[in-house]
């Protein structure tokens, strides 16, 4: 969706580096969301922001840190990456359309070796 | 907490239909969706219903709710190869609480 857009859409890690995933929407919704997907776990959440400096977490957040400075930017930083944190991460926004459903971005996939 | 289930996977013929079943366990839930997930690709919104209704119609595509036994289900008329895919079942107590996901129907489409 146009109005969501994540970077990068790839990346590659050494274990113990710090690493930042940004997810930007123009859209001004209030609400963004970061998931990691992984096989036999399906979406999980990870940290969730619901307004500027306002954030929350979700059921997987421990290695996990996330800010959010501007309506439009929410950062996920894995402050200290291990191989468990090898996923697909995708950023979700929420608004008013669509029956309150999320807007997805196109994920990243991220491999920590 | 919520939680949601679905069957793993499903197999049909080109031109049949296609139900997903999903069953959640929250009766608080008010907004229950449907997205598709193509390979290598993010999640799409298909469809949503709310709690206070039964059923929804959306071209090929049909939502059931049946909030006494707390089962959803999903209905593809008219299968086509373009719609294999993962679909997920998601729901959500209110409109900016977190959307809690199933695992996932694969649809296999046999042309």
């Known amino acids: 969706d146009a109005g969501i857009t994540q970077s990068p859409r790839h990346k590659v890690t050494e274990t113990g580096t710090p690493v930042t995933l940004r997810c930007h929407q123009t859209e001004n919704h209030r609400y963004m969301y970061w998931y990691r997907q992984d096989p036999g776990h399906g979406l999980r959440l990870i940290h969730y922001s619901y307004g500027v400096k306002d954030t929350d977490k979700g059921e997987v957040s421990d290695g996990y840190s996330v800010s959010r400075s501007k309506t439009e930017d929410f950062l996920l930083t894995l402050e200290s990456a291990t191989s468990s944190q090898t996923s697909v991460y995708f950023c979700a926004i929420r608004g008013q359309g669509k029956g309150y459903g999320y807007t997805f971005g196109s994920g990243t996939r991220l491999t920590v070796v | ?111």
């Open chain 2, 1 to 111: 907490g919520e939680d949601v289930e679905q069957s793993l996977f499903l197999s049909v013929r080109e031109g049949d239909s296609s139900v997903i079943n999903c069953t959640y366990t929250d009766s608080s839930s008010t907004y229950l969706y449907w997205y598709k997930q193509e390979p290598g690709a993010g999640l799409q919104l298909l469809t949503y219903i709310f709690s206070n209704m039964d059923m929804k119609q959306d071209q090929r595509l049909t939502v059931l709710l049946n909030k006494k036994d707390k089962h959803l289900s999903l209905r593809i008329a008219d299968t086509q190869t373009g719609d294999s895919a993962i679909y997920f079942c998601a729901a959500s107590e209110t409109s900016y609480d977190k959307v809690i996901f199933g695992p996932g129907t694969s649809l296999s489409v046999i042309p």
